[in-house]
């Protein structure tokens, strides 16, 4: 049997994989923090972490012309319920690519929203359709008076795509243009980084940013760029709830005002976030020698899915399985018209995969390496039986 329906990263015995540094942490925590309140936005040390953790490296050359703020939410999820509450008026529609995660749906009717997709893929496979996305745009721009786009990279769930250094320019040029087009239309790009810290270039959206405001970018004053941190995965801790949403804006007093609705939203939803894990977070990452045995057990592993990824590519292509693009992350996937059928048709056969809005999602994170030619083996026969 093998079983890549679940969505945590499973060493290849089936437990759950655990970055000891900071679960141990949380456990070390200090009765104080366990037992008070959070303040309502953070701790402010954990504030500064999480736009560390967005921004990394570029965080002092973006720190030049910007201003950041962050607040702690319980996860990635938090921060995308505060978006989704204050940065879009209801009724109207969040975009994102056609391939994304479930639940967005349901931060989405919580909302009183909709969705305005655009393709996933652009012509030939291309990583990015950036007309498809100005498209989307530009009809929603027509439309209302506020726009957000939700853009799950890189290592997006649930294909394990990143996009490339130019597709990510071309999006963000895209966004700005809209902007001041629209000077009316308040415009926020937020990043869904849930899975980040696993990819190739964990930082790549702030590389761009900084890239593009060297090149000499015009930043709109109706644009606010925005991450969802998450350290459910980076960390391996998706019970602890722990995350939260990092913005970027030339004028410290626009981001102020954002996020005391951010603030309001917060406590009438999850009142504090948890404190306990916020410290632990502080304490593993202002201590050199923790953070480093957190990185050094993130890196074994980021390896352990990238070996099951190259596995799985292999094995595939030598059957004629033709997955989509897929680089980095828990996920790969394949683009299917009927995944219900392939998805049962694998299950008969003891492989349990899910199937998915236009196709089945495949769990790197929770199969063996060496069950990867067996994977193909049953993908391939199905696909000769579906179609
Ligand atoms: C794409 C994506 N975004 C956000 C999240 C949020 O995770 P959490 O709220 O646990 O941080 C997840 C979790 O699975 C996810 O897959």
């Known amino acids: 049997m093998v079983n890549g329906t679940i969505g945590a990263l499973l060493e290849d015995d089936g437990s759950l994989a655990i970055n000891a540094t900071y679960v141990d942490a949380i456990k070390a925590s200090q009765a104080v923090d366990v037992a008070a309140y959070s303040p309502l936005a953070g701790l402010p040390d954990f504030n500064d972490l999480l736009v560390e953790l967005a921004l990394g490296p570029e965080r002092p050359t973006l720190l030049d012309h910007l201003s950041a703020r962050a607040m702690a939410t319980p996860g990635g999820g938090g921060a995308l319920k505060l978006t989704a509450a204050n940065l879009v008026e209801s009724g109207g529609v969040v975009l994102m690519r056609d391939r994304h995660w479930g639940p967005y749906l349901g931060f989405l009717g919580e909302a009183g929203l909709g969705r305005r997709t655009w393709p996933l893929l652009g012509p030939n496979g291309a990583d990015v359709d950036v007309k498809g996305f100005e498209a989307a745009l530009q009809t929603t721009v027509s439309e209302q008076s506020q726009v957000l786009v939700w853009l799950n990279d890189p290592a997006h769930n649930p294909t394990g795509l990143s996009l490339q250094a130019e597709s990510r320019a071309d999006l963000l040029e895209a966004m700005v243009d809209s902007a001041l087009e629209h000077p009316k239309v308040g415009h926020s790009l937020m990043i869904d980084a849930a899975y980040t810290l696993y990819a190739d270039e964990p930082h790549g959206w702030a590389t761009t940013l900084a890239e593009a405001m060297d090149a000499g970018m015009m930043w709109p004053e109706n644009l606010m760029l925005l991450w969802a941190v998450s350290l459910s995965k980076s960390h391996t801790a998706y019970g602890a709830r722990?995350?939260?949403?990092?913005?970027?804006?030339?004028?410290?007093?626009?981001?102020?005002?954002?996020?005391?609705?951010?603030?309001?939203?917060?406590?009438?939803?999850?009142?504090?976030?948890?404190?306990?894990?916020?410290?632990?977070?502080?304490?593993?990452?202002?201590?050199?020698?923790?953070?480093?045995?957190?990185?050094?057990?993130?890196?074994?592993?980021?390896?352990?899915?990238?070996?099951?990824?190259?596995?799985?590519?292999?094995?595939?292509?030598?059957?004629?399985?033709?997955?989509?693009?897929?680089?980095?992350?828990?996920?790969?996937?394949?683009?299917?018209?009927?995944?219900?059928?392939?998805?049962?048709?694998?299950?008969?056969?003891?492989?349990?995969?899910?199937?998915?809005?236009?196709?089945?999602?495949?769990?790197?994170?929770?199969?063996?390496?060496?069950?990867?030619?067996?994977?193909?083996?049953?993908?391939a026969e199905a696909l000769e039986v579906v179609g």
């Open 242 to 379: 722990c995350g939260g949403l990092v913005a970027l804006h030339p004028d410290i007093e626009a981001l102020d005002r954002v996020y005391e609705a951010f603030a309001v939203t917060g406590r009438g939803t999850w009142s504090g976030p948890p404190r306990a894990p916020q410290s632990a977070a502080v304490g593993v990452h202002e201590d050199a020698e923790l953070a480093s045995a957190w990185s050094d057990r993130l890196d074994v592993l980021t390896d352990l899915l990238a070996r099951r990824r190259t596995a799985l590519l292999e094995a595939c292509a030598s059957r004629g399985v033709s997955l989509n693009p897929t680089h980095d992350g828990f996920f790969a996937w394949l683009e299917h018209e009927h995944p219900s059928d392939v998805v049962d048709r694998c299950a008969s056969r003891h492989v349990y995969l899910v199937a998915l809005n236009g196709g089945v999602r495949i769990g790197l994170c929770a199969m063996p390496e060496a069950s990867m030619e067996r994977v193909a083996d049953v993908m």
